[in-house]
């Protein structure tokens, strides 16, 4: 079957689908925060969901801008909440889209090789968007992010993010693989 090479309503709407769904995930990690009293849960829960719904996303839609326009839709979403940032923290919405940009170039870039991709993607940009969210938080002064900043740096931290993004990446990759031959992703690739 041969692909279509332009963007479709369903192209579109799955793609904004994605980023509704990392919403739903993320206020579940936010539930879990209040309920626990830890934010450790629901931050691996948020950072699961983004990495692994924007991995089925890349390779679903299969089209360059397909990370970019569902971060940009997951920005817009997350601005009221205190999701990727704090609520009301304009600067999230750019900050998403250059994570959206780094996505879509690295699967220009690896997307022959759908593992590759999604094992390297994940933990640059985590790292790129905890890096981003610490420096723009101090700069601003929004407080509650001492504690983050210091572990960010550390070796573990660093660590972390790729591991997280990488264990995130394949999570997403597992998912894709079983769901690639189904009628609905059939459906949207037409």
Same mark, same amino acid.
């Given at each position: 079957?041969?692909?279509? *090479? *332009? +963007? ?10 994605? /980023? ?9 990690? $936010? ?11 629901? /931050?691996?829960?948020?950072? %699961? ?15 360059? +801008? ?17 999701? $990727?940032?704090? =609520?009301?923290?304009?600067? *999230? ?21 759908? %593992? ?19 420096? %723009? ?9 001492? %504690? =983050? ?10 660590? /972390?993010?790729?591991?997280? /993004? ?25």
């Amino acid at each position: 079957m041969v692909k279509n *090479k *332009k +963007w479709s309503t369903t192209k579109l709407i799955a793609t904004g689908s994605f /980023g509704v769904l990392i919403i739903l995930f993320s206020i579940a990690g $936010l539930l879990i925060n209040a309920i626990t009293g830890s934010t450790h849960i629901g /931050g691996a829960l948020n950072s %699961l969901a983004n990495i692994s719904f924007m991995i089925i996303c890349v390779f679903v839609i299969d089209k360059f +801008w397909s990370a970019t326009f569902m971060y940009s839709l997951l920005g817009i979403l997350a601005l009221s909440f205190p999701l $990727l940032g704090p =609520a009301g923290f304009a600067l *999230k919405i750019p900050m998403v889209i250059i994570t959206g940009i780094i996505a879509d170039i690295g699967y220009k870039l690896y997307g022959k090789n759908k %593992l590759i991709y999604s094992i390297t993607i994940g933990g640059p940009i985590l790292l790129f968007y905890s890096i981003v969210l610490v420096e %723009l938080s101090h700069f601003f002064n929004v407080p509650g992010f001492e %504690l =983050a900043s210091k572990i960010l740096y550390s070796p573990i931290g660093i660590f /972390g993010n790729f591991f997280m /993004g990488s264990i995130s990446g394949v999570v997403g990759y597992i998912i894709y693989i079983k769901i690639k031959n189904t009628t609905i992703v059939k459906r949207i690739q037409r």
